[in-house]
Antibody, heavy 117, light 107 residues
Framework: EVQLVESGGGLVQPGGSLRLSCAPS????????MAWVRQAPGKGLEWVAN????????YYVDSVKGRFTISKDNAKNSLYLQMNSLRVEDTAVYFC??????????WGQGTLVTVSS | DIQMTQSPSSLSASVGDIVTITCRAS??????LGWYQQKPGKAPKLLIY???TLQSGVPSRFSGSGSGTDFTLTISSLQPEDFATYYC?????????FGQGTNVEIK
């Protein structure tokens, strides 16, 4: 059974940093693209970033470019999202998702990031 | 960026009804269109990819169609467990974008 388990969310002040982690199981992590998708409270879904299976290519939504970094450690079977210079508008549930057949075919349960003073 | 526009934003329907949700892209997205279902407090679930391919384990009452810029999700006979929010999503070009969602409520 495929599972994705996020961790690392919490309350942080504007301008602060946070690192999200995602622990996959049930599939060969090193062969898949992976992504982060977020959902602000009461709002729709927004793709944030994705990364090629070997970590060689990364893509970001414009609003997080230069502030967020997606990374993938195939040896440790882990996906990360380093978030710096956080803004109030980054407040959301962040989902880790497997990117297969150019869609997000498996999702974690999400971790809440709250940016507030 | 490719904009994805869903209609309606919400609808009320009864068990057994046929439900149709449309999604329009601001430019052609070839076959890179997926549909997701999300229930409150839960992660989204992939229903359909490549316009019309049913994800493994998804009931056959769900179907997708369309081409180019106009796409449709149809639920042939609405079941109690289908009341949820549905999103379309394009992966033709970065940034991958979602529609704003369609909330299917009980009539």
């Amino acid at each position: 059974e495929v599972q994705l388990v996020e961790s690392g969310g919490g309350l942080v002040q504007p301008g602060g940093s946070l690192r999200l982690s995602c622990a996959p199981s049930g599939f060969t992590f090193s062969t898949y693209w992976m992504a982060w998708v977020r959902q602000a409270p009461g709002k729709g879904l927004e793709w944030v970033a994705n990364i090629k299976h070997d970590g060689s290519d990364k893509y970001y939504v414009d609003s997080v470019k230069g502030r967020f970094t997606i990374s993938k450690d195939n040896a440790k079977n882990s996906l990360y999202l380093q978030m710096n210079s956080l803004r109030v508008e980054d407040t959301a549930v962040y989902f880790c998702a497997r990117h297969g057949s150019r869609v997000f075919d498996q999702w974690g349960q999400g971790t809440l990031v709250t940016v507030s003073s | 960026d490719i904009q994805m526009t869903q209609s309606p934003s919400s609808l009320s329907a009864s068990v057994g009804d046929i439900v149709t949700i449309t999604c329009r892209a601001s430019q052609s997205i070839n076959t890179f269109l997926g549909w997701y279902q999300q229930k409150p407090g839960k992660a989204p679930k992939l229903l359909i990819y490549a316009i019309s391919t049913l994800q493994s384990g998804v009931p056959s009452r769900f179907s997708g169609s369309g081409s180019g810029t106009d796409f449709t999700l149809t639920i042939s006979s609405l079941q109690p467990e289908d009341f949820a929010t549905y999103y379309c999503q394009q992966s033709d070009s970065v940034p991958w974008t979602f529609g704003q969602g369609t909330n299917v409520e009980i009539k």
